[in-house]
């Protein structure tokens, strides 16, 4: 039998081992943008979640940048309202051979020969008048003037803005076009916009009175481009009403050569091709540079980039903090998934680019989403804050390279927003991931200490930079162009920003710490905390994005308080808060005569008795020195009398910068006339029966402590010229030179507390005269009672000027006092609020919402529905809390920063004005309204068939 030979086996050395080839890296992407594009449609409540926390900024951003374009003006829309359908214009800006030059396309930036806006010395001639010499023969000139002039209205009168010449030309469409009725044939003819007819209650075919008494017929409506629906302007017929006349060319060609030909007759010129083509311009000096029209153009849009480039970064990160926590609940949600992926050859990147693709894709449709919703808002906005003038949106400009950017922006804060929970799922187990189970949660060292570490570097930067800001404020040694000018600025911020990242660095561990407390206070307590900690990645970004408003929030009110109350010190009142004021000052004279004087106060009193007035006083002194031009202009036998304040109020100038000084009003005009029954409506003050003896007998009423010594005050008199030339005592800086003083004497004072009103001193009529005071009615109060039509600026603006002569000019206005804080703080508080309610929510709602098996298996163990509400409750304050405690920390920081560099200047910030209680309630009552908000919602039924079972 023929043995069967075995079959040669190949050698155990040459066996070749059959492998897989292993998918491209392309393939991979493919694979991953699949599994993440199926992924973001599965779980769509958590992506529609995070979508919308990345588009509501994204839509503001592009709001804003539609907004603010659209006030940007292209040249061809800026020759449009300038011109309308016309070439050019013309205008006298300078005397003929002044060496007049200007920019091609802006006849507003200009110089001459010798020096940039300054002059050669032949500025005082006359300006030319006629361009044609410097224009192509036969050239047609439409002229038109500008001015203002006063009409009569229903109310009384007001100011209008006036053009002279014929606006109706049709070649002027696009700057001003006949809306209704007829352009005017005469003089005797006017043109308004159709705010004038009613406010004058007219209608076409009426008669348009001036103040000063001419009258016109209003022969038709007429639109300016430049005027809002509510401006008043007229159009009179004849062109030369005004002065200088602007000629507007209709068909003239402008180039280079005769640009430089009417420079050099001293015309401005502005043109439709040298705007919209500029050509190139030498500028006659090397050592200071023009920007050009384009320039400006762009250096605008840089800073909007900039701004919003800015606002982005800060809303970007709240976003991404809170997105962040959506993420790490999705990733942790798709554990399994990712597992089993990971499971049939999928590396721990190939599962980070699954999670990262997550937060691009979401990112991307996000932003489209945003946009959309920003432009159209920005559209619907626009038409209804459109007040009729073209310049107040040019047009409707969509930045395409800026939204491209903010585009591009989103897609980036979606993919950091994921970065975190996809660099934890690659470092996730495969087989406990596939079994459920999960890992205790560990604390490492690491992160707590550089997390103090950078808490203890932000505080310590933040004082040091304080301190050292007030001692370089003082410094005169250090360059004002020195960096260390700037740089301890730059720390009192940095160092509270530098302290948050600490805390958001070392959070996990800080909820760790608080678990150890809270857990001996009760069952709902220790759960809450443990779960907080547990879920770190959900929490910590959660009071992150609560910490940074919280610190914009505080920060602001801080600094805002302090600078307001600064404010509201120094503050310059004019009269007692609610009084109106009409101030009586010469027209074209140094001085006025008692005759003028006392015409302008009977008129006003009578104004302001037909008005309804409760109460009128007349506030006088010394007519002012500075209306006089020269020394010559005041008479020789004019004195100026004062209040002298003694040596100890006085500041030396050698510790200057290391004290602070305030006084009252002026220092040197400080002695103000009124009689003894204007006294109440002139300072707000009632004096007893004893004072007012006191004072008819020539006592001083004195409301600045520093000039009082022993009950008695020192008042002098110098030559009201050598007051004029400053040789008098300035009555701050010790050591000055004066003159000597005509005489001097001593008064007896009644010291009275009115601080919110302009008499530093005042003296009755009869202690005037016998000191030689020329003093002259200066102002006329009076009080209204409430709801009076004169309590409103309107019906004073339609008042001012309407006692105006020749001589003399009444400026009236309502003092009202400082801006109360509340204007600015309230919004601020309730955006803050708004800001941290919504982070809560989103915060809470996630906890919720992975609560879900917990609460599963708490009811299954027989919990009961008031432990999981009593959890709610303690994870509103885990959460809200930790974020308010860590952005009111850290944003006080600058507020205390910034109040230890203004101590060594002239006025320091009093930490005193910050509103601690206000603070406080933003720290501690807003958590705990979070709280019991979360506590009085009911938590959902939980699923009792998904419940794990408990062995």
Not at 341 to 369: C, K, M, N, T, Y
Request: a negative charge; hydrophobic letters at 50%.
């Amino acid at each position: 039998m023929t043995a069967v030979q075995d079959r040669p086996r190949a050698d155990a050395g040459t066996r070749r081992r059959v492998e897989r080839p292993k998918p491209s890296r392309t393939a991979r992407l493919r694979v991953a943008v699949r599994i993440a594009r199926r992924q973001v449609r599965r779980a769509w409540v958590s992506s529609l979640l995070i979508m919308a926390l990345i588009a509501l900024p994204i839509a503001g951003m592009a709001g804003v940048a539609v907004m603010v374009s659209s006030t940007f003006a292209t040249p061809a829309e800026r020759v449009a309202v300038e011109l309308g359908k016309m070439s050019a214009w013309v205008e006298p800006l300078w005397p003929a051979e002044s060496g007049f030059w200007q920019t091609p396309d802006d006849p507003y930036e200009y110089g001459n020969a010798s020096q940039w806006g300054g002059s050669d010395g032949s500025s005082t001639a006359d300006l030319p008048s006629d361009p044609t010499s410097a224009l192509a023969p036969g050239t047609e000139i439409v002229p038109l003037s500008s001015g203002e002039e006063r009409i009569e209205t229903v109310a009384g009168n007001a100011r209008a803005r006036a053009v002279a010449g014929n606006v109706s030309d049709e070649r002027f469409a696009g700057a001003y076009a006949l809306v209704a009725g007829r352009a005017p044939s005469n003089g005797g003819e006017v043109l308004v916009t159709p705010a004038v007819l009613e406010r004058a209650g007219l209608t076409i075919g009426g008669t348009l009175s001036l103040v000063h008494g001419e009258v016109f017929t209003v022969t038709g409506t007429f639109d300016d481009a430049t005027a809002a629906d509510a401006d008043l302007v007229v159009a009179f017929f004849d062109a030369d009403r005004y002065s200088p006349i602007r000629s507007f060319l209709p068909d003239a060609d402008i180039d280079a050569e005769r640009l430089s030909a009417l420079n050099a007759a001293g015309f401005g010129v502005y043109a439709r091709e040298l705007v919209l083509d500029p050509p190139p311009f030498d500028r006659p000096f090397d050592d200071f540079s023009i920007p050009t029209s384009a320039e400006r153009d762009l250096q605008r849009e840089l800073a909007l980039a900039a701004g919003i480039g800015g606002g982005g970064l800060a809303a970007g990160y709240m976003v991404v903090m809170l997105a962040g926590a959506a993420f790490a609940v999705s990733a942790r949600r798709q554990q399994r998934a990712l597992a089993i992926a990971a499971s049939v050859g999928a590396e721990p990147r190939d599962l980070r680019r699954i999670v990262l693709f997550q937060g691009a894709v979401l990112g991307l449709f996000a932003g489209a989403l945003g946009l959309a919703v920003g432009v159209g808002g920005a559209a619907i906005l626009m038409r209804l804050l459109d007040n009729g003038s073209a310049t107040s949106f040019w047009g409707f400009h969509v930045p395409w390279l800026l939204l491209f950017g903010v585009l591009a922006f989103a897609v980036l804060v979606g993919s950091a927003s994921a970065w975190l929970p996809a660099r934890a799922v690659g470092k996730s187990d495969t087989i406990s991931a596939l079994r459920g189970a999960r890992r205790p949660m560990t604390v490492t060292a690491a992160r707590p200490l550089w997390g103090s570490l950078l808490i203890i570097i932000g505080v310590a930067v933040t004082i040091l930079s304080g301190i050292a800001a007030g001692a370089v404020a003082i410094s005169d040694t250090i360059p004002w162009d020195s960096p260390l000018r700037w740089l301890p600025t730059v720390g009192i911020v940095s160092g509270p920003i530098l302290a948050q990242v600490g805390i958001l660095v070392s959070g996990r561990w800080l909820l760790w710490l608080a678990s150890r407390v809270l857990s001996r206070i009760g069952l709902a307590a220790r759960l809450a905390s443990r779960d907080a900690v547990a879920n770190g990645a959900r929490t910590v970004p959660a009071f992150a994005a609560i910490g940074a408003t919280v610190f914009v929030g505080v920060f602001a009110v801080g600094m805002g308080m302090m600078t307001a109350e600064q404010s509201a010190r120094n503050y310059d009142y004019s009269a007692p808060v609610g009084t109106v004021v009409a101030d009586i000052s010469t027209m074209s004279d140094p001085f006025l005569t008692g005759e003028q004087v006392q015409e302008a106060v009977e008129a006003t009193d009578r104004l302001f008795a037909s008005s309804g007035a409760t109460a009128i006083g007349v506030v006088g002194g010394e007519q002012p020195l500075y209306f006089a031009e020269t020394v010559a202009d005041i008479p020789t036998d004019l004195q100026h009398v004062m209040l002298i304040a003694p040596p100890r109020s006085l500041v030396s100038m050698d510790v200057a910068g290391s004290q602070g000084f305030t006084y009252r009003g002026s220092a040197t005009d400080n002695l103000s006339v009124v009689a003894p029954d204007d006294l109440e409506v002139a300072l707000g003050v009632t004096l007893s029966e004893d004072q007012r003896a006191a004072y008819a007998a020539g006592a001083v009423i004195v409301v600045d402590d520093r000039y009082v010594t022993d009950g008695r005050v020192e008042v002098g008199a110098w030559s009201a010229r050598d007051a004029f030339a400053g040789k008098m005592p300035d009555n701050v800086w010790s050591g000055d030179e004066a003159a000597e003083a005509t005489w001097e004497r001593t008064a007896p004072a009644i010291r009275v507390t009115a601080p919110d009103q302009n008499v530093v001193a005042a003296v009755a009529p009869a202690t005037a005269a016998e000191w030689g005071i020329a003093a002259v009615p200066l102002r006329v109060l009076a009080t209204f009672p409430e709801g009076s039509e004169m309590n409103s600026q309107d019906r004073l603006n339609a008042r001012t000027g309407s006692l105006d002569t020749d001589e003399y000019q009444v400026s009236m206005w309502r003092e009202t006092g400082p801006t109360a804080a509340a204007v600015w703080l309230v919004p601020l508080l309730a955006a803050v609020t708004v800001l941290v309610l919504g982070a809560s929510a989103v915060a809470l709602g996630l906890a919720r919402f992975e609560r879900r098996p917990d609460d599963a298996t708490l009811a299954a163990v027989g919990g009961t529905p008031g432990l999981r509400r009593r959890i709610g409750l303690w994870q509103g304050l885990v959460i809200a809390g930790f974020g308010t405690f860590a952005g009111a920390a850290a944003g006080i920081l600058p507020p205390i920063g910034f109040w230890l560099q203004s101590q060594t200047g002239f006025e320091p910030m009093n930490l005193a004005d910050i509103p601690w209680w206000l603070l406080a309630a933003l720290a501690v009552a807003l958590p705990l309204g979070i709280a019991a908000v979360n506590w009085l919602v009911p938590p959902r039924e939980p699923e009792l068939t998904r419940r794990n079972v408990i062995a």
